[in-house]
């Protein structure tokens, strides 16, 4: 079975520039999930989707982030304009009816 | 608010030594599952254990052991006869019923050498 997906694993990328991450959750899980992570904070929620509808985004840093669920399959995360404190690792999970979350790989962000 | 706090930061362990990691809870609801995640050195986090707030029963996983007490509000963790590969970064998590918005504690770094 796959696992939650997200691409890239890496991005390095210029302050200023834009930064979409993805996501593919787990096939029939319900719950969506944007975390983030860093040394000083460590792990965030940043946002969660349920049944595809955005429930909680009071995590979301300040409005360059923003993030959507077109369908049951995919989200992303935007982060527009990219400042170097943004740089962390991203991850995305998914669950089922508000059981355990499962993880993706996560990406791994520099913004220079 | 929920929180979670792992007073342990980091935790230094020779091979084959037992280790308990803590973790200790804050919620107002009465109703509330908690979690312990491991994240190994190559970064996934791995989900271990769910535990719902109705059922204080020790659950026992091969070498992994759980004690939930809600007297005292605390899921410790242990692991039995440790091993090399043990060695991540394991976090306990709190969500209330009824929220997703899972908290975690700050985390545990599990060192074990051979």
């Known amino acids: 079975d796959a696992g939650v997906i997200q691409s890239p694993r890496h991005e390095v990328t210029e302050m200023g520039q834009e930064v979409t991450l993805r996501c593919k959750p787990i096939?029939?899980?319900?719950?969506l999930f944007w975390y983030r992570q860093t040394m000083m904070r460590g792990l965030e929620l940043l946002i969660y989707?349920?049944?595809?509808?955005?429930?909680?985004d009071s995590g979301m840093p300040e409005d360059r982030f923003s993030a959507k669920m077109p369908n049951a399959s995919f989200s992303t995360l935007k982060i527009q304009p990219s400042e170097p404190r943004d740089s962390a690792v991203y991850f995305c999970?998914?669950?089922?009816?508000?059981?355990?979350?499962?993880f993706g790989p996560g990406t791994r962000l520099t913004v220079l | 608010a929920q929180k979670v706090t792992q007073a342990q930061t980091e935790i230094s362990v020779v091979e084959k030594e037992d280790v308990t990691l803590d973790c200790v809870y804050e919620?107002?609801?009465?109703?509330?599952?908690l979690f312990w995640y491991k994240q190994p050195p190559s970064g996934e986090l791995v989900f271990l254990i769910r535990r719902n707030s109705f059922d204080e029963q020790n659950e026992i996983s091969g070498r992994y052991s759980w004690n939930f007490q809600k007297s005292t509000s605390s899921f410790n963790f242990t692991i039995t006869a440790s091993q090399v590969v043990d060695s991540a970064v394991y976090f306990c998590?709190?969500?209330?019923?009824?929220?997703?918005?899972?908290?975690f504690g700050a985390g545990t770094r599990l060192t074990v050498k051979p």
């Open positions: 989707f349920n049944n595809n509808v955005p429930i909680d």
């Open positions: 919620t107002r609801d009465t109703t509330y599952y």
């Open positions: 999970a998914s669950s089922f009816d508000g059981n355990e979350q499962f």
């Open positions: 998590a709190l969500s209330e019923l009824g929220n997703n918005d899972m908290r």
């Open positions: 096939s029939g899980h319900n719950s």
